[in-house]
């Protein structure tokens, strides 16, 4: 099969963690790779038999013996939330998570003090909030760009110096938010944090190369390409790049290559505040997520009706796939009144394409007042899989039934890449 | 767009990972294994390969033979833990372009219960899994001796490399311990754990002759390991190889050490390119790899003008060491 890159082309909860764990199970990679986000990720998958558990920092290919993850650089590490999510796999069989993952050393640190100022300050928005899941994934990213001294993971390996920049955040927190929520000391985090290091295996860049040479690599997307920080709808975005950009660039350091794969369901979601055109209130009744309810932080999970023209946005920031995964038919199956949305009435015209362009925040704030006052065309949706071909130009290679990865099917006799099982 | 569904306390996380730590990096020798896995078996082993491949067209033999009794404690571990380093060291440098890596480990032959652990060449994780299943012996003898004659015994007449039998170019073979090797190979040792039995024993001058044929063959002694001190350890390994023995004081820095006295015998690098690439790697090695290795970039001018060239010394003995 060659190496893959999973990105989800809406918000985020289509399906990828589900694609990944489908595509380690039938043995066409051995190692996924996380390229984008944090321990705010949130990829349910379901085994075959019944076993559940929400990938955050562990790769979605974990529950096959032997898979491997490696975090990237561009991932922000959370050592905290790893310790609890390895726990978790334990109990459900896994004893083996930790060791079969690796970490780049260049990897920023999500602390508890990043977390805190994430808290504070998204509660100081009130109703303005953007939807952020509490976990200091931003305030991570923004920490960093102003701080050289920003911990990483190959810190974990140097106590004094751990101690010194774990400290630092500490004190930036406390400055800056003198009224925020309690915190540990630099110390106890610092030991934390070491112990992570005696647990897991930091590695260099070179280490990357290596598993890539050494056999088929799936890199898992994190959100949705919709969300991205200088794509997606500002400010209703995450802080992250969520297109397959830093995968493209984590392959071409080592001079690799790899198919596109697009993750979307037959209908759309959002989970958070934001615009979302197709949005329709009774499907959101109607068609709760397993997976997805309410959070204190990030709000409500919407349900609305496939948009083609969000697609088609997804599709030119990430610059296109190779194929496109469909997952949720079952549901679109059982629901014949599910709809298609090919344009938008917006500023007194109908629209079918969104522009796009070099980062500029303010053009894609002014993009979504737009979005936020438009109103979706709609078609019946017929034929989930035709119709998603016909509407973004690229073939259906894998299609999902259900919740696990014998709902699964691979089609690839009409594809450029083939995600047929060995 | 995702959530937080685990715990983030910091003393549940601090208390997790220290419970699970060590469990099962030596999961072989950890679940209580008493005996050899059949994998790293020397035992009836005709040849250990390192074969060119279409994906690894001009492969590079590196064996790493390590001490795997109490006094070298920590060193097994350590190389576990740092070898995606090693490997991608290697690699990213551009030191080597197709390293095959060989785990073994040595014990003492006269009372241990795995004398001579050896896996096979590797080029990828594979190799880690040989770690994972080597026997951690501990305890050790009170003879300060270890078989290293065994291992080399192996090394020497059950190995074949497509480096140096295709391309006259010689692989590398690391052995890491602080203790002296039994003078000969003895025939009945050889016979219970290589199989096959010479007419008579091998004395561990011939075995080194044999093996500088086609490895560049070094001894590191880590400086913190129990008899590392001992003068007469030093000496031995000293009058066997030369300056080819190097005296580490961080064990923590071993796999670093190999990487750059590879990339240094390579001409890949000059020690000062090589401490670089450790700082910009995020290794805190670099001031204990300097000075294990200051001597052999001292040494490293007259490479050019002294090497013997491929093929060359196929017949006999090296006149010259090569670094």
């Known amino acids: 099969m060659g190496h893959v890159i999973v990105v989800d082309l809406g918000f985020g909860d289509a399906g990828k963690g589900t694609v990944v764990d489908h595509l380690c199970r039938a043995g066409a990679a051995e190692v996924v790779v996380r390229f984008n986000g944090g321990a705010q990720a949130a990829h349910n998958v379901v085994a075959p038999d019944g076993r559940h558990h929400t990938f955050a920092q562990f790769g979605s290919g974990t529950f096959t013996p032997g898979v491997r993850t490696h975090l990237s650089r561009f991932v922000l590490i959370d050592p905290l939330a790893l310790a609890a999510e390895a726990d978790h796999l334990r109990a459900l069989g896994v004893p083996d998570a930790l060791d079969r993952l690796t970490v780049d050393g260049e990897a920023l640190l999500t602390t508890p003090y990043h977390r805190a100022a994430n808290r504070a300050r998204e509660s100081a928005r009130g109703a303005a909030r953007h939807g952020s899941c509490g976990m200091g994934i931003g305030e991570t990213a923004s920490y960093a760009l102003a701080h050289d001294d920003a911990p990483r993971a190959a810190d974990c390996l140097s106590p004094a110096r751990l101690r010194r920049r774990l400290a630092a955040v500490r004190d930036w927190y406390r400055d800056a938010f003198p009224g925020g929520e309690d915190v540990p000391g630099a110390d106890a985090c610092a030991e934390a944090f070491t112990a992570f290091a005696e647990r897991v295996r930091i590695v260099g860049a070179g280490h990357l190369h290596a598993l890539l040479r050494a056999g088929n690599v799936v890199f898992e997307g994190a959100q949705g390409v919709l969300l991205d920080e200088w794509h997606g709808f500002h400010p209703y975005t995450t802080w992250s790049t969520t297109t397959s950009a830093n995968a493209e660039t984590l392959l071409a350091e080592a001079g690799a290559s790899a198919a596109r794969l697009g993750v979307l369901r037959a209908y759309a979601t959002r989970h958070g505040p934001g615009p979302f055109v197709t949005e329709d209130p009774a499907l959101t009744a109607d068609l709760p997520d397993p997976h997805n309810g309410t959070g204190r932080w990030q709000g409500a999970f919407r349900v609305g009706h496939l948009d083609a023209v969000a697609l088609r946005y997804a599709l030119e920031v990430t610059g296109g796939v190779d194929g496109l995964a469909v997952t949720h038919l079952d549901v679109a199956g059982a629901r014949p009144d599910l709809r298609v949305c090919h344009s938008y009435e917006m500023d007194g015209e109908r629209v079918g394409r969104l522009e796009a362009g070099p980062p500029d925040l303010d053009r894609q704030a002014a993009l979504t007042r737009r979005l936020l006052a438009a109103r979706p065309v709609y078609t019946p949706l017929g034929d989930p899989v035709a119709t998603i071909e016909d509407a973004l130009g690229a073939p259906v290679v894998l299609r999902s039934h259900g919740p696990t990865s014998s709902d699964k099917r691979a089609d690839h006799f009409r594809t450029t890449i083939d995600l047929s099982v060995r | ?323």
């Open chain 2, 1 to 323: 767009m995702g959530s937080g569904n685990w715990s983030t306390d910091v003393y549940a996380a601090r208390a997790s990972y220290r419970a699970s730590t060590g469990a099962s990096a030596f999961a072989y020798s950890d679940g209580g294994a008493t005996a050899v896995h059949p994998d790293l078996d020397p035992r009836g082993v005709t040849v250990r390969e390192s074969r060119d491949s279409a994906d690894h067209p001009e492969s590079l033999a590196i064996g790493v033979l390590f001490d795997v009794t109490g006094s070298m404690g920590t060193v097994p571990r350590t190389l576990q833990a740092k070898l995606p380093d090693l490997l991608g060291l290697l690699l990213r440098k551009g030191y080597v372009e197709h390293p095959h890596i060989l785990f073994g480990a040595v014990g003492d032959a006269t009372c241990d219960r795995a004398p001579l652990q050896v896996g096979q060449f590797e080029a990828d994780n594979r190799m880690d899994d040989d770690l994972g299943k080597i026997l951690l012996e501990g305890g050790g003898g009170g003879q300060m001796r270890e078989s290293y004659e065994l291992a080399m015994y192996f090394m020497a007449r059950h190995t074949a490399i497509d480096c140096f039998d295709k391309r006259g170019k010689r692989g590398y073979l690391f052995m890491i311990g602080d203790e002296l090797a039994y003078p000969k190979a003895k025939r009945r040792e050889i016979a219970r754990f290589v199989g096959g039995e010479p007419d008579e024993d091998v004395p561990i001058a011939e075995l080194v002759r044999e093996l500088q044929r086609r490895y560049d063959v070094y001894f590191i002694i880590p400086e913190g390991a129990y008899h590392s001190g001992n003068r007469e350890v030093k000496d031995f390994w000293q009058e066997l190889l030369g300056q080819n023995v190097l005296y580490l004081d961080d064990l923590d820095a071993v796999c670093e050490t190999i990487a750059l006295t590879i990339g240094l015998a390579e001409d890949a690098i000059d020690l000062g390119e090589g401490l670089g690439h450790l700082a910009e790697a995020g290794s805190d090695a670099g001031a204990s790899v300097s000075r294990a290795l200051a001597r052999l970039d001292a040494a490293r001018a007259p490479v050019a003008v002294s090497s013997t060239p491929p093929g060359l010394d196929a017949a006999g003995p090296s006149a010259t060491t090569r670094l």
